[in-house]
T-cell receptor, first 112, second 116 residues
Framework: GENVEQHPSTLSVQEGDSAVIKCTYSDSASNYFPWYKQELGKRPQLIIDIRSNVGEKKDQRIAVTLNKTAKHFSLHITETQPEDSAVYFCAAKGMDTDKLIFGTGTRLQVFP | GAVVSQHPSRVICKSGTSVKIECRSLDFQATTMFWYRQFPKQSLMLMATSNEGSKATYEQGVEKDKFLINHASLTLSTLTVTSAHPEDSSFYIC????????????FGPGTRLLVL
């Protein structure tokens, strides 16, 4: 089955700096890769997603890149702000399933 | 759009009792609903997938007789934790997807269960 690895587990940056979180997946047939942000005690919120027919997608300060050959995808947050502090989860979905397999999460702290 | 609600938000119960958690899609018809469990500082672990009108599909290691799932309509799924024990204490989160955008899952706010 699909396996998703996520790094780093924690990330601390200064406000205004960029943050990058990386995920690798095992199933080459996976075709959908969302990123979720979860604040403490709250629901995961979809912040950006990418499908396998696209290499990069950007939404304001957030971007996701996908390298299908290497089976990895990354989340890029530019000009970080303290409110970006949260746990971020990547996920992958195989072609013949509805299930999302989640990474282990990255705790991002943005210091003012 | 794509709002998912969950009730109750938190529940405390005695060991041996059963607890029912409701998950509702408020502004769309959910073709599929998913139930996850999340322990502190851990990732989301899928428990089961349910489609309206059919039996839920449980992940390996999840006891279907202990975690009863009913998906009676396109807007409501329920998870009943039967004979709850302290080790069942966790954060239970549902999500839903709809026909035209089946890949995307929208999450409910979660239910924090504490079994004493």
């Amino acid at each position: 089955g699909e396996n998703v690895e996520q790094h780093p587990s924690t990330l601390s940056v200064q406000e205004g700096d960029s943050a990058v979180i990386k995920c690798t997946y095992s199933d080459s047939a996976s075709n959908y890769f969302p990123w979720y942000k979860q604040e403490l005690g709250k629901r995961p919120q979809l912040i950006i997603d990418i499908r396998s027919n696209v290499g990069e997608k950007k939404d304001q300060r957030i971007a996701v890149t996908l390298n299908k050959t290497a089976k990895h995808f990354s989340l890029h947050i530019t000009e970080t702000q303290p409110e970006d502090s949260a746990v971020y989860f990547c996920a992958a979905k195989g072609m013949d399933t509805d299930k999302l397999i989640f990474g282990t999460g990255t705790r991002l702290q943005v210091f003012p | 759009g794509a709002v998912v609600s969950q009730h109750p938000s938190r529940v405390i119960c005695k060991s041996g009792t059963s607890v029912k958690i409701e998950c509702r899609s408020l502004d769309f018809q959910a073709t599929t609903m998913f139930w996850y469990r999340q322990f502190p500082k851990q990732s989301l672990m899928l428990m089961a997938t349910s489609n309206e009108g059919s039996k839920a599909t449980y992940e390996q290691g999840v006891e279907k007789d202990k975690f009863l799932i009913n998906h009676a309509s396109l807007t409501l799924s329920t998870l009943t934790v039967t004979s709850a024990h302290p080790e069942d204490s966790s954060f239970y989160i549902c999500s839903a997807s709809f026909l035209n955008l089946q890949e995307t899952q929208y999450f409910g706010p979660g239910t924090r269960l504490l079994v004493l």
